[in-house]
């Protein structure tokens, strides 16, 4: 049996505020921290064993897995940071309050830009002051490769490559795998994973702090999935 482990970040900053997200490298709150470590405990419990871990390069992220690792008492275990874990990046809606935006544009129109599966929300410019492409973590992506803004079939664009070249291959190995990352780079996983339809994948929410547990056949199809 070959298994991978799914850990949604708890509680940000600008979860708390009702603030749309995305690429901004936003902290996790006192609650976000609580969840992780919630998270952590429950693996211990559950006498899982990682072999290696997969994380995002923004912090709410990255705290997350550190907290779930040390809690669960495998800090030493292997990680790798990555951009292709970010959350979906929301261009030009990144740091609005969503009530405000929905009371501005109305709310159809932002349930597009957050529900649908391949509507883009409004996009940055790569001159816009807040565009990733002026970010040091980003610097070895050739520009054309750093979104301005993504719905979720972009989002899953970004994450099956390191699917095939890193992930599957650990599983495939014997290797039990943590990913700790976000709301919709999980989403993106979960849907390639499982199979699951462009309509249907919108419907699914990964609850935060609370460790999903992948079972995997040998040809990597899901046996079954259940929360710790």
Not at 90 to 115: F, H, M, P, S
Not at 151 to 179: H, N, S
Not at 210 to 228: G, N, R, S
Request: proline share 4%; net charge negative; hydrophobic share 40%.
């Amino acid at each position: 049996m070959r298994r991978i482990i799914f850990v949604r970040h708890g509680q940000s900053e600008w979860n708390a505020l009702n603030q749309f997200t995305g690429w901004v490298d936003v902290d996790l709150t006192d609650i976000g921290m609580k969840e992780a470590h919630e998270a952590g405990r429950k693996l211990k419990e559950a006498g899982i064993e990682l072999d290696l871990a997969f994380t995002s390069v923004l912090k709410r992220a990255i705290k997350t897995c550190h907290i779930v690792l040390e809690d669960s008492e495998q800090l030493w275990v292997p990680e790798v940071k990555t951009w292709r874990l970010n959350e979906r990046h929301y261009g030009a809606l990144q740091g609005l309050n969503k009530k405000e935006t929905a009371d501005k544009y109305g709310i159809q129109q932002v349930q597009e830009w957050r529900r649908s599966y391949d509507i883009l929300p409004p996009l940055l410019t790569p001159d816009d002051p807040h565009s990733a492409l002026n970010d040091r973590r980003y610097a070895q992506l050739q520009k054309r490769v750093v979104p301005m803004g993504e719905d979720l079939k972009r989002t899953l664009a970004r994450v099956i490559p390191l699917w095939e070249d890193q992930i599957a291959p650990a599983v495939l190995d014997g290797k039990t795998v943590l990913v700790a990352a976000h709301g919709n780079s999980l989403r993106a996983l979960a849907k390639y994973m499982e199979e699951i339809s462009d309509d249907e994948i919108m419907k699914l929410e990964i609850p935060t702090g609370q460790p999903l547990v992948y079972e995997l056949t040998e040809e990597l199809d899901v046996i079954k999935k259940y929360y710790l």
